[in-house]
């Protein structure tokens, strides 16, 4: 049972360019979320999906973030005009969606995200 | 609004002794209480999770941890350490009742000594 998948691994963008993240959650899961770790920092919740349906975008940049989970293939986030300061590791997690209850995050390896 | 403190950044430790790591959260509303174990250039992996019920929390590779209301504070403990344990420990918490959205500590980097 393959668990979460990320990819790409490490990606670098100059400034300006746009980047794509991608998640690929474990099998059976129809919750996604986001996270963001800077440097030498915790995670922080960037957003979170369920197919088809954003539930929680409340820790997303109002500007050239974006995010979105298909009905089919993988949740995509979006970074458009990338700058130095969205340098970081970019996680995801998904989960069953077990009603009336709390259900566990899985992690995926994670995005590490260079700007130059 | 929930939030969390992980009183100390670093914590060194020598192979085969106990170690403790600190975690304190504040929230208006009841929680849930998460520890997760990120080795180097990994995802996390959740170690332990408290919902409700006992408050000594039993976790995998040794790990528990012991969750006090009144002091709001969910520290998590190992009585003898080995190498492998140097990681990175998160500390985490979500609104009971509520989706998992997760609110992380700074974090705690365990590193064991021979």
């Known amino acids: 049972n393959a668990g979460v998948m990320q990819n790409p691994r490490h990606l670098v963008r100059r400034r300006g360019q746009e980047a794509r993240l991608r998640c690929s959650p474990m099998?059976?899961?129809?919750?996604v979320y986001w996270y963001r770790q800077l440097p030498e920092e915790g995670l922080k919740f960037m957003v979170y999906?369920?197919?088809?349906?954003?539930?929680?975008e409340s820790g997303m940049p109002k500007e050239r973030f974006s995010a979105e989970f298909p009905k089919e293939g993988p949740s995509i986030l979006r970074i458009q005009q990338v700058v130095r300061g969205d340098s970081a590791a970019y996680f995801c997690a998904s989960s069953p969606g077990l009603a009336g209850t709390t259900d566990t995050q899985y992690f995926g390896p994670g995005t590490r995200l260079t700007v130059l | 609004a929930q939030s969390v403190t992980q009183l100390d950044s670093q914590v060194p430790v020598f192979e085969e002794a106990p170690v403790e790591l600190r975690c304190n959260y504040s929230s208006s509303v009841s929680v849930y209480l998460f520890w997760y174990v990120q080795y180097p250039n990994q995802g996390l992996q959740l170690l332990l999770k408290y919902l409700s019920g006992s408050t000594l929390v039993k976790g995998i590779n040794g790990f528990e941890a012991e969750f006090n209301k009144s002091q709001t504070s969910f520290h998590l403990r190992k009585p003898s350490v080995h190498i492998s344990d140097t990681a990175e420990y998160f500390c985490?918490?979500?609104?009971?009742?509520?989706?998992?959205?997760?609110?992380f500590g700074a974090g705690t980097r365990l590193a064991v000594h021979p």
């Open positions: 099998k059976g899961h129809s919750h």
């Open positions: 999906l369920q197919k088809e349906n954003i539930i929680d």
């Open positions: 985490a918490v979500s609104e009971s009742g509520g989706y998992n959205k997760l609110i």
